[in-house]
Structures are given as structure tokens and as C-alpha cells.
T-cell receptor, first 114, second 114 residues
Framework: AQKVTQAQTEISVVEKEDVTLDCVYETRDTTYYLFWYKQPPSGELVFLIRRNSFDEQNEISGRYSWNFQKSTSSFNFTITASQVVDSAVYFCALSELGYSTLTFGKGTMLLVSP | NAGVTQTPKFQVLKTGQSMTLQCAQDMNHEYMSWYRQDPGMGLRLIHYSVGAGITDQGEVPNGYNVSRSTTEDFPLRLLSAAPSQTSVYFC?????????????FGDGTRLSIL
């Protein structure tokens, strides 16, 4: 069965610091998809990125970047120059080929203080 | 587009009461699912559906019923509410049953069972 581990329960940083959120996954499939979602204090879930298992290129979107490494089964998320508005719970999730269900990690709460 | 609409947003029930959480989407998505979010547990899959008339159990299905009579609606029924079902419930939808499609989430229903 698949599993997603976010070992960091809570991270506190000061504005403008860089921060990396770790995600380690387990799956027996060779084809799978990884996702990151953001849950701000208002409670909704916001899709950030999707990555398939055949694409190990790192991705950058503004201050956000993602590092996917199959060799270590990790899909880490870095926020550069963090801002107060980045304060949220971030979830890493996995789905396997043929299934649209998501297996979520327990989430990492990021608190960015001014 | 309204996206995924969940009603109600908040509900308080007494133990043993029944109720239905409503979920509707207007994106003609085939795939719909229900998750519950508990502190420190991430989101866990309750039930899902890959199309009208087809439903299946997720990780934590006990105490919940679902049906999918139309593409648009996927209600979640609590037959006899228990305090352990106090949680935030999220409905999600996506195109088809493909793993690579990001889930579109509703804003959640916060349910308290006394």
C-alpha cells in the first residue's frame, strides 16, 4: 500500500527565510503521481503542483520550487524568501496509476512571522 | 463556475442523529470523493465514485453511506452519528479516473457530534 510521510509537523521561520518542506513516499507502482496542496487558515485546499513519476525535472514557480528524487522517494517543496501569507498547512499526496484517490501525508504547518 | 459546493458549512449533531452532507459539482467531473480531516491525521479517504451508479470504499468507510445517482451530486450520509465522526469533511472531484488529475476540493463541512 502507498504511504506518504511528512516528518515535519510544524516549522516556524521569520519572513524572508527560505524553508523546505519534506515529503517521502512509498509505493510499489512504477507509475504514480505526486501532489502538493496548501491549506491556509481559511481552511480551503489549494492545488499547487502535480508531478508524474517519469518526470524528475525540478520545477520552479515564482518563489516556489519542487525537488523530485526517485532515488530517495522524496518530493520536497522549497519556499524562497518566505512571506507571512505563506503561513498554512501544506500537504503532500500520492496517487497511483488507475486510481484517482489520494493518499495524503499528515501535513506540515508552516508559520511565517514578520 | 461554482466548482465544488458543499453544504452545510457547519453542523452540530447529537449522538445517534443522522444527516446528509451534500456535495455538488458543475464541472461535469466523473470522479468524486469524500475525505475527512482530523488534527494530526491529514486527509483520509472515506468513499469515492468513478461515475454515476458506481461507488467504492476508501480507507475509513465505516459509519458512512454514499450513492451517486447523478454526475453532479455525491452526498455523504451519516446513519447514526458518533463523537468519533467529529471532523472536517471535504468533497473533491476530478476529470475521469486518471491519477494525474488534480482534485478540486470543496470548502469543507465542519461537523461536531456531541
Amino acid at each position: 500500500a502507498q504511504k506518504v510521510t511528512q516528518a515535519q509537523t510544524e516549522i516556524s521561520v521569520v519572513e524572508k527565510e527560505d524553508v523546505t518542506l519534506d515529503c517521502v513516499y512509498e509505493t510499489r507502482d512504477t507509475t504514480y503521481y505526486l501532489f502538493w496542496y496548501k491549506q491556509p487558515p481559511s481552511g480551503e485546499l489549494v492545488f499547487l503542483i502535480r508531478r508524474n513519476s517519469f518526470d524528475e525535472q525540478n520545477e520552479i514557480s515564482g518563489r516556489y520550487s519542487w525537488n523530485f528524487q526517485k532515488s530517495t522517494s522524496s518530493f520536497n517543496f522549497t519556499i524562497t524568501a518566505s512571506q507571512v501569507v505563506d503561513s498554512a498547512v501544506y500537504f503532500c499526496a500520492l496517487s497511483e496509476l488507475g486510481y484517482s484517490t489520494l493518499t495524503f501525508g499528515k501535513g506540515t504547518m508552516l508559520l511565517v512571522s514578520p | 463556475n461554482a466548482g465544488v459546493t458543499q453544504t452545510p458549512k457547519f453542523q452540530v449533531l447529537k449522538t445517534g442523529q443522522s444527516m446528509t452532507l451534500q456535495c455538488a459539482q458543475d464541472m461535469n467531473h466523473e470522479y468524486m470523493s469524500w475525505y475527512r480531516q482530523d488534527p494530526g491525521m491529514g486527509l483520509r479517504l472515506i468513499h469515492y465514485s468513478v461515475g454515476a451508479g458506481i461507488t467504492d470504499q476508501g480507507e475509513v468507510p465505516n459509519g458512512y453511506n454514499v450513492s451517486r445517482s447523478t454526475t453532479e451530486d455525491f452526498p455523504l450520509r451519516l446513519l447514526s452519528a458518533a463523537p468519533s465522526q467529529t471532523s472536517v469533511y471535504f468533497c473533491a472531484s476530478s476529470w475521469r479516473g486518471d491519477s494525474n488529475q488534480p482534485q478540486h476540493f470543496g470548502d469543507g463541512t465542519r461537523l461536531s457530534i456531541l
